[in-house]
């Protein structure tokens, strides 16, 4: 049974920095894509980052901004936000792709994810 679970999430003030963490087990330790999501109060569910086939991907919104990485050694993978802005106030989730696919902003196409983690930016 896959497993993923956020952390990192919490209060900040515009500007500052956070990195969120995923932490995985089972088969999702071993997933082809890693990504990042996210959905504010009153919208729909986004892409933000993912690493996939050892490249990286961004919304545009967060590109130069945000980054994620990965931590094989630790079954984890991270998204460390920079500069944030009170439009980054959301929940983040994680979630995985086991096979490799063409798409990976498309949340549809994610086989599992995690609880999700608030982050909170205030102005």
């Known amino acids: 049974q896959e497993q993923l679970v956020e952390s990192g999430g919490g209060l900040v003030q515009a500007g500052d920095s956070l990195t969120l963490s995923c932490s995985a087990s089972g088969r999702a330790f071993s997933a082809y894509t890693r990504g990042w999501f996210r959905q504010a109060p009153g919208k729909e569910r986004e892409f933000v980052a993912a690493y996939s086939g050892g490249m990286t991907h961004y919304l545009n919104g967060v590109r130069g901004r945000f980054t994620i990485s990965i931590d094989s050694a630790k079954n984890t993978w991270y998204l460390q936000m920079s500069s944030l802005k009170p439009e980054d106030t959301a929940v983040y989730y994680c979630?995985?792709?086991?096979?490799?696919?063409?798409?990976?902003?498309?949340?549809?196409?994610?086989?599992?994810w995690g609880q999700g983690t608030q982050v909170t930016v205030s102005s």
């Open positions: 979630a995985v792709q086991f096979t490799g696919r063409p798409v990976v902003d498309r949340e549809t196409l994610y086989d599992a």
